[in-house]
């Protein structure tokens, strides 16, 4: 038993069934109904594989896993539309863009983006706010179509209640955020800290350091400060969209 306890609390052990979880909680004397409930809750969903395990050569840092908990998602996006709001063609675009893939690992990539983008779909979703260099806007990304296409969907998404999207102008300068992408995102329970998301190109970067967390939140406020409200913001892709129809 005393083995079985040591795997469970250091993690090796991932599941485990309800009588022995009820047995644990007897031992460490938690007799609370609701602490009891909820975590024969957190015992059923340790059963249930996420649908990102399908795509773990696509997401090596587990990001569905954080984006699926999360309550509010915050980016900033210096080059492309952001990963949550793209189109299967836009998505498709950038990834035979970074270098040569077949055909069949860019459809898989494609198709593990569309799924991320479920979290919208929720009778619950996460609040969801992007701040979007006007470079994105203006780097055409597949073909006029496809980027006239992604914009129109961008204005689509900027309508949902839980949506908010900023663009960063040109006039705006230096900003907070000139040292590149990153996304942040906060959990519903106020023990669970912040993390920070950062993509390279050879790797992922979790941050949960309340001092990195408290300097990307302030890199994200002060770039969000510096840009367009979002209805001068879907004004200025309207009028992108339009110079693409000309």
Request: aromatic letters at 8%; hydrophobic letters at 35%.
């Amino acid at each position: 038993m005393q083995q079985k306890i040591s795997k469970i609390e250091s993690g090796e052990q991932k599941r485990i069934p309800a009588s022995e979880l009820d047995a644990l909680l007897n031992i460490y004397k938690v007799n609370d109904p609701q602490i009891r409930e909820s975590l024969h809750e957190c015992a059923k969903l340790a059963k249930q594989r996420g649908w990102w395990t399908k795509y773990k050569d696509a997401f090596p840092g587990g990001l569905p896993d954080f984006e699926s908990e999360a309550s509010v998602i915050r980016s900033y996006e210096a080059q492309v539309i952001p990963g949550l709001l793209q189109t299967p063609d836009y998505a498709d675009a950038v990834f035979r863009a970074y270098k040569f893939r077949e055909d069949e690992e860019i459809n898989r990539l494609v198709k593990a983006r569309m799924e991320r983008q479920n979290i919208f779909s929720r009778v619950d979703p996460p609040h969801f706010m992007t701040v979007i260099d006007e470079g994105a806007l203006h780097r055409l990304v597949g073909s006029i179509e496809v980027m006239r296409t992604q914009l129109r969907h961008l204005t689509h998404m900027a309508s949902r209640h839980n949506i908010d999207i900023y663009v960063l102008p040109f006039k705006a300068g230096a900003h907070a955020a000139t040292t590149g992408s990153f996304t942040i995102m906060d959990f519903p329970d106020p023990m669970d800290t912040s993390v920070v998301y950062v993509e390279t190109p050879t790797s992922t970067l979790y941050l949960e350091d309340d001092d990195e967390v408290r300097e990307y939140n302030a890199m994200i406020s002060r770039t969000q400060s510096a840009a367009l409200n979002p209805t001068l913001s879907m004004n200025l892709v309207e009028e992108v969209i339009k110079s693409l129809e000309e």
